[in-house]
């Protein structure tokens, strides 16, 4: 069973687009729109940032690589995995560790689609900083969809 996530039914003017996606945040204190990718990121802290990947890959196909055995073999540890409903789409709310370039990192990942395609939002921070991993979830908890995007 999914969990029901209680969001937005609208942005808010806290809210700022994503360029190029339907996708609104809350962005974390600090957090600029990034000029080399889809998301957002610390200027102060080039390794705290909010990504967003769009994959023409079916939902089921992408979620399978979610698995322990499966991260694992991509040098990813789960740490926690929730399945998740939220503006008609399933999802899931991922927790990884990971370590990238010598350094520990998290991950908080909302994956979601349909049967055409899968958008993963990423935050990524250092493990040492959890109150930046708590600001980083609480914004990809305040995702707004727009289903009118094109």
């Known amino acids: 069973?999914?969990?029901?996530?209680i969001l937005p039914k609208q942005a808010s003017e806290a809210h700022i687009q994503i360029p190029g996606t339907a996708i609104f945040l809350v962005p974390p204190p600090g957090f600029k729109v990034s000029e080399n990718f889809?998301?957002?990121?610390?200027?102060?802290?080039l390794n705290s940032m909010i990504k967003?990947?769009?994959l023409p890959i079916p939902f089921y196909r992408i979620t399978a690589g979610f698995s322990k055995f499966i991260l694992r073999l991509r040098r990813m540890r789960?740490?926690?995995?929730?399945k998740v409903e939220f503006y008609g789409y399933q999802g899931l709310l991922l927790k990884l560790a990971q370590k990238v370039k010598g350094k520990r990192v998290y991950k908080h990942v909302?994956?979601?689609?349909?049967s055409a395609?899968?958008?993963m939002v990423?935050?990524?921070y250092p493990k040492a900083d959890e109150l930046v991993g708590a600001e980083i979830q609480s914004s990809l908890m305040s995702i707004f969809i727009d289903?009118?995007?094109r």
């Open 1 to 5: 069973m999914a969990l029901q996530l």
């Open 52 to 54: 967003v990947m769009e």
């Open 38 to 45: 889809k998301g957002f990121q610390n200027p102060t802290d």
């Open 122 to 124: 990423i935050g990524i």
């Open 110 to 114: 909302l994956v979601y689609g349909d």
């Open 147 to 149: 289903t009118d995007y």
């Open 78 to 82: 789960l740490k926690s995995k929730t």
């Open 117 to 119: 395609k899968s958008i």
